[in-house]
């Protein structure tokens, strides 16, 4: 099932005090409705009563959608730092959850279940484009990487991502963007050819170096390679 529990926060405007129930999981499978509220970027949404003004809680909360195959461990984006830490707690809660220490049901489950770690709305919200469009996220990753060799004037910087958003249904080229990692906001956007999926696709052997590094644990981001790598334990499924 979804479980909220409600928090009292600080408006960030005006500093009024703010009530609203804040998320710990979510079944998309029994609530189908907060997966597209997750894709339509409003799910946790808040505004204040006093000053009107409108703000997003961060992620902090366990996504499942056995259907597509997802288990996602989602937080905040200011812990992006501590994913080596958290990606050994994500893969201790999906092993008590649905992995080798969970009851014999909750395994059938986590068999066709993807493990994933993500930090911040803009990359858990990137996950279930993935999934939908039925696109290997390492691949993804991959992308961005030629990409970010490609583009001279990438604004790559601290804080700012890049991210596959949505699909040009004139050209079917893939829209990415480049955007604020704390305040969501999109700064660039860059349509890329279809195709270079595919040849990334058809040359394994050229990326394998690479996809080892991506799947060495949950957090599949090709920011890892920048901070340092996870480690690969026997409970985490990966995406193929």
Known sequence: M??????????????????????????AD??????????????????????????RLQ??????????GQWIAAMPANRLRDHLELEDEANDLFSTSYGSQAPAAAQEVGKGLTVRLTFGW?????????????????????MKLHILRSVETAPLAEGIELR???????????VFAWLETASE???????????????IHDNPEGWAAIRGRLETGPFV?????YMGEGRHTGDERQAG
């Open 2 to 27: 979804s479980l909220f529990h409600p928090v009292n926060l600080l408006c960030p405007q005006c500093e009024a005090p703010v009530s609203m129930s804040a998320v710990g999981s979510v079944n």
């Open 30 to 55: 029994r609530r189908p409705d907060l997966r597209d509220d997750i894709l339509e970027d409003r799910f946790q949404d808040a505004a204040c009563r006093a000053c009107g003004e409108s703000f």
């Open 59 to 68: 992620p902090q909360f366990n996504y499942l959608d056995a259907g597509r």
């Open 122 to 142: 803009p990359a858990v919200r990137e996950k279930l484009l993935l999934r939908q469009l039925e696109l290997d996220d390492v691949i993804v990753e991959m």
């Open 164 to 174: 596959l958003v949505d699909v040009d249904e004139e050209t079917g080229s893939y």
């Open 185 to 199: 906001k999109y700064i660039e956007y860059l349509n890329v050819p279809s195709e270079l999926y595919q040849i």
């Open 221 to 225: 981001d090709m920011q890892k390679l």
